[in-house]
Structure formats: structure tokens, C-alpha cells
């Protein structure tokens, strides 16, 4: 088969599907990769690279002419597509909720979108998982950002013009980012603690060395959803969790936020007043941004001062991590493709009926099939 790999073309995009790496394994596969122009500019991997990698480099139209698969970060217009093959995959994170335009565009040209963040959460999938790729390293680079906008040190320093106090760090929500924030944040010398609705999160918390602050008291409390993802919480435990936050959070000099319920708006856990009442200087990093923000007043792509405080929204923080964040979700997709090869059809086959397929396929026989999307 024709794999086509596009450079991608959302703003503030630095991220490619593949790598020469990655190209080099597809083509031991039995593939042929064609690679757009510049598409590895943003992640410092140059045409060179993917050509003695075996890929042909060239502009759009070529790239994707007769292509059977196209690998995407985001998902490409389907504009682009035109001259892929009839039933052609697209392997994107294609963000269903949000684009459906765009998915309703890629049915009507009879491709088959593949969506890479409703992967399941199996041990199965796990080498294919991009949110968990990605968010490892969002979680990291928010600590990074949030000690660059820090006016003060993160560890404590005993010097002979005197000491200095350590950081205090706070991290709301305990998934892949927020465990890999609180390492993170240990590592730069921070006095770190954390929270999430998830019960299971408090001993992973106390094992990276990190304070568990959590709702006791409310009967009933249960913040386990489905597939190992957090579900929505009662008002109840809202007003208690809320109570508990306000009286940690006015002692905290920077605050991580990573919650998010999949298919709904990310939880808001910090109010304008709960940020009213943390001291001049402090920094808020709020990864949920994107999806509608944790945190009140936070705007995504910007850093906003509210009452001394910095509330960092930079969307898509692996972004900032070009390089590690391309060659992991390129071997995610690569994990991907492989598992599913097929050494007789000479290409990857996802059959019907399998969870995985059935997971992430959101567009066959020229319409949206989702279960998720359509109702
Ligand atoms: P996520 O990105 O969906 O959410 C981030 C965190 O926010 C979660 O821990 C969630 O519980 C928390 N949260 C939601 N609402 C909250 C609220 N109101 N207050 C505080 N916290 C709130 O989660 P994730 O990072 O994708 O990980 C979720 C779980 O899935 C983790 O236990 C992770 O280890 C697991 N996981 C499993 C696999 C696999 O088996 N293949 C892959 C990835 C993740």
C-alpha cells in the first residue's frame, strides 16, 4: 500500500505522523511512503532524513495521489484528499467532537477516518495510545512552564545570604499529565501535592512522594466513570471538593491543572476567587484548555494575569516538546498499523468486530458510523 504523510497545517501545529524512524519500519512492512515536503520542519526532521529513510518526498497532490492510508497528527482537510484511493484510511487524532465538518466531509469522500484518541484503553492498545504519549510529556513541560514563569526557585536553597523556600506545588487531576507533573515537580525540589476523583490515584500520589488532598466526607462519592476515565461528579461532592480546594489552594505557589471527562467539558475546578486568593507571583498552568478550561479567566494560546497570578492555556503543551512528541506518536501509529498488518493482503485489515476498530472508526460507506456521533 501508499502511505502518504502530510505536513500538517494548523496553526501552532509543530508535530508530524511520522518520522524517519517510523517510515523506515512502514516500508520494512511492505509499504511505500511518500512524505510532503517540509512536513517534518516543525520537529527538526529534515526532507534528507525521511529520503535516505526510503520515503519520496514531494509536494501535496503527488504525496497523496492513490494513497491508501494518510497519516495525520490533526486531521488533514479533506480538501487535500481528493486523490487518495477509494476507502482510503485517515489515521489522525481527528477530534470528533469538535470537527465534525470535517468528519462529515471525509464520509462524503468515502474515506474511512480512523481516530487515534478513541483508542481503547486495553493492554492491548496501550503502545497505540497518543493521549497517554502526549499527555506524558504535557505533563512534563507544564511543571517546565509554570518554573519559567515562576519568579521564584522551585527547590529549597540554604545560601549565606539565606534561605529559600521551596515551591509549593499543587496538581488537580491525577491521570498520565498529572502523574508525570508531580514527578516532575519532585524532581525540581517542589513540596508537591495533588487531588483527583479517582480513589485509586491517592496511592500513586504517596509513591511518587506527593500529598493526596482528598474529599472524605461526602456519602456516596464515586468518581470512577468508565474505561478507567473519571465521570461526571454529583454537586454535592462539587460543593465539598470545591470547600476542601479554597483552603489548599490559597497556600499553593503554582497549581497543575490536567482534569478532563471524556466527550464533556472539562471540569472547573478554580474559581476567579480561588485564584483571588493565591499569592501575587503565583503561576496556574491549565492543560484542560482546550477543552473549555479548569481553571475561570484562563484563555487557550494565551498566558492571562488575573489578581497577580499567571494562568498559563497554552493548548497541546507535547507541541512544545516537537521532536519526543513526534517520534511517540509516530511509533503509535506505527504500533498501530503493524498489529493490525496483514501479511496476504499485503496491508493493515481492522475486521469487523474487532474493539479496537469498532473504537475508533468514525466514518464508512460514505457516512458517519460512531455510535458516539451519531444518535
Ligand atoms: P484524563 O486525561 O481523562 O483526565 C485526567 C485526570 O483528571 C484523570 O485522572 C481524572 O480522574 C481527573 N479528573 C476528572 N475530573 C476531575 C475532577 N472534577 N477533579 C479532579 N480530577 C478530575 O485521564 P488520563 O490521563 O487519560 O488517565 C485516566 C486513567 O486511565 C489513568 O488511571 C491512566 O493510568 C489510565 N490509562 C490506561 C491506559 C491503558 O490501559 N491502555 C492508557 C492510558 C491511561
Not at 523556600?165 to 508537591?192: E, Y
Not at 479554597?246 to 476567587?273: E, F, M, N, W, Y
Request: charged share 20%; glycine share 12%; aromatic share 4%.
Amino acid at each position: 500500500p501508499k502511505i502518504a504523510v502530510l505536513r500538517e497545517r494548523a496553526e501552532g501545529e509543530t508535530r508530524v505522523a511520522a518520522t524517519p524512524e517510523t517510515v523506515k519500519k512502514l516500508i520494512a512492512l511492505g509499504a511505500r511512503v511518500a512524505v510532503e515536503t517540509g512536513a517534518g520542519a516543525g520537529a527538526t526532521l529534515a526532507d534528507t532524513a525521511y529520503a535516505e529513510a526510503g520515503a519520496e518526498i514531494g509536494e501535496a497532490g503527488a504525496v497523496v495521489a492513490g494513497a491508501d492510508i494518510v497519516l495525520g497528527v490533526q486531521g488533514p482537510d479533506p480538501a487535500l484528499l481528493t486523490g487518495a484511493a477509494p476507502g482510503a484510511w485517515v489515521v489522525a487524532a481527528h477530534d470528533p467532537f469538535g470537527a465534525r465538518a470535517r468528519l462529515d466531509g471525509y464520509g462524503a469522500a468515502g474515506l474511512e477516518a480512523l481516530a487515534m484518541e478513541f483508542m481503547p484503553r486495553i493492554t492491548r492498545a496501550q503502545s497505540m495510545d497518543i493521549l497517554s504519549s502526549q499527555s506524558n510529556l504535557a505533563g512534563y513541560k507544564a511543571v517546565l512552564e509554570a518554573a519559567n514563569a515562576y519568579g521564584r526557585a522551585f527547590p529549597m536553597m540554604m545560601t549565606a545570604a539565606g534561605t529559600v523556600a521551596a515551591a509549593r506545588v499543587f496538581v488537580m487531576g491525577v491521570g498520565v499529565a498529572g502523574l508525570q507533573a508531580i514527578a516532575t515537580a519532585r524532581r525540581l525540589g517542589a513540596q508537591v501535592s495533588a487531588t483527583d476523583v479517582r480513589a485509586a490515584t491517592r496511592e500513586q500520589i504517596q509513591s511518587l512522594g506527593a500529598k493526596p488532598i482528598f474529599v472524605e466526607q461526602v456519602a456516596g462519592i464515586e468518581g470512577e466513570g468508565t474505561g478507567g476515565y473519571a465521570g461526571e461528579m454529583s454537586p454535592e461532592y462539587q460543593a465539598a471538593q470545591a470547600e476542601l480546594v479554597s483552603g489548599h489552594i490559597a497556600k499553593q505557589d503554582v497549581v497543575i491543572t490536567t482534569a478532563l471527562i471524556p466527550g464533556r467539558p472539562a471540569p472547573r475546578l478554580v474559581s476567579d476567587a480561588q485564584v483571588a486568593s493565591m499569592r501575587a507571583g503565583s503561576v496556574i498552568v491549565d492543560l484542560a484548555v482546550e477543552q473549555g478550561g479548569n481553571v475561570e479567566g484562563a484563555v487557550a494560546g494565551e498566558v492571562v494575569v488575573r489578581h497577580g497570578v499567571s494562568i498559563i492555556g497554552y493548548p497541546a503543551l507535547a507541541r512544545r516538546l516537537p521532536a519526543d512528541a513526534s517520534a511517540l506518536f509516530s511509533r503509535n501509529l506505527f504500533n498501530f498499523l503493524s498489529a493490525f498488518w496483514d501479511k496476504e493482503a499485503g496491508r493493515p485489515v481492522l475486521p469487523d468486530g474487532d474493539e479496537i476498530g469498532d473504537a475508533i472508526r468514525l466514518t464508512r460507506g460514505g457516512r458517519v458510523v460512531h455510535p458516539r456521533l451519531v444518535s
